[in-house]
């Protein structure tokens, strides 16, 4: 529907924390109170629920997890279906291995110089690599071996990132497309659903300590801790500050 807040302006984005600031063209719009950093394991916490223009219907939620920072779970991508004892079954059209050369039938005979014989041999091997890195292969095409070198993509990149859906998983709402790779989070186990990200979480004191970023499963959620998102938004400013003019 239509607003009176239709006209707004993307100052930045940091990607670091999956923030955008926005600036709205309009005066005295309501903020939350005083900012807290104290968030302990048990502490209830409030995030805003469905919102209307007249009413919100706040849902109560626990933390339950020590703060801590969530890595990037982002691993290499080969682009291939392995086949035993030691092969490619299938080789995925453009992906990487395809972009290199090979084809369904390769037998592996090493990686990296590495000799290898089975499929439990490949994974230590993978595991030490980084998306954008090469990878080395020798391998027996019917009565020959070749070499050629893949450069290793994203597997989210290539596949995306969705939880397989279960009946749990489809009545709780959906998730969050962006559920790891933050500087630090709050857990809590606020049972929302993943379009209402990017709300505050408030202490019953009415206390702003974070900003909800992700809903993880039907039991996590991941909110910035609120030193988090005021070092995000100055990032943001600094980076987006326009030149002063010559005199």
């Given at each position: 529907?239509?607003?009176?807040?239709?006209?707004?302006?993307v100052v930045g984005t940091d990607p670091a924390t999956d923030i955008a600031l926005i600036k709205v063209d309009a005066a005295d719009l309501p903020a939350p109170g005083p900012v807290s950093s104290d968030a302990p394991i048990g502490m209830l916490v409030v995030s805003n629920g469905s919102t209307t223009r007249i009413s919100r219907r706040p849902q109560l939620g626990t933390i339950s997890a020590a703060r801590r920072?969530?890595?990037?779970?982002?691993?290499?991508?080969?682009?291939?279906?392995?086949?035993?004892?030691?092969?490619?079954?299938?080789?995925?059209?453009?992906?990487?291995?395809?972009?290199?050369?090979?084809?369904?039938?390769?037998?592996?005979?090493?990686?990296?110089?590495?000799?290898?014989?089975?499929?439990?041999?490949?994974?230590?091997?993978?595991?030490?690599?980084?998306?954008?890195?090469?990878?080395?292969?020798?391998?027996?095409?019917?009565?020959?071996?070749?070499?050629?070198?893949?450069?290793?993509?994203?597997?989210?990149?290539?596949?995306?990132?969705?939880?397989?859906?279960?009946?749990?998983?489809?009545?709780?709402?959906?998730?969050?497309?962006?559920?790891?790779?933050?500087?630090?989070?709050?857990?809590?186990?606020?049972?929302?659903?993943?379009?209402?990200?990017?709300?505050?979480?408030?202490?019953?004191?009415?206390?702003?300590?974070?900003?909800?970023?992700?809903?993880?499963?039907?039991?996590?959620?991941?909110?910035?801790?609120?030193?988090?998102?005021?070092?995000?938004?100055?990032?943001?400013?600094?980076?987006?500050?326009?030149?002063?003019?010559?005199?």
């Open positions: 529907g239509s607003s009176k807040y239709e006209s707004f302006q920072p969530i890595p990037n779970k982002d691993t290499v991508y080969l682009g291939v279906v392995f086949g035993a004892p030691c092969s490619f079954q299938e080789v995925v059209k453009d992906g990487p291995a395809f972009q290199a050369g090979a084809l369904a039938g390769d037998r592996i005979v090493a990686l990296d110089g590495t000799p290898v014989s089975t499929l439990e041999d490949i994974s230590p091997i993978l595991s030490k690599k980084a998306i954008g890195e090469k990878l080395k292969l020798r391998v027996r095409r019917e009565d020959r071996e070749i070499s050629y070198t893949v450069t290793l993509g994203s597997r989210r990149k290539a596949l995306g990132d969705q939880v397989p859906e279960t009946s749990n998983d489809e009545i709780s709402g959906g998730f969050s497309k962006r559920r790891d790779d933050f500087p630090m989070v709050l857990q809590h186990d606020t049972p929302s659903r993943f379009t209402l990200m990017g709300g505050p979480l408030l202490n019953l004191k009415g206390e702003l300590i974070g900003m909800n970023i992700a809903r993880v499963n039907r039991a996590e959620n991941y909110a910035l801790p609120i030193e988090v998102v005021q070092e995000s938004m100055k990032r943001i400013l600094k980076n987006n500050r326009k030149p002063k003019p010559e005199k």
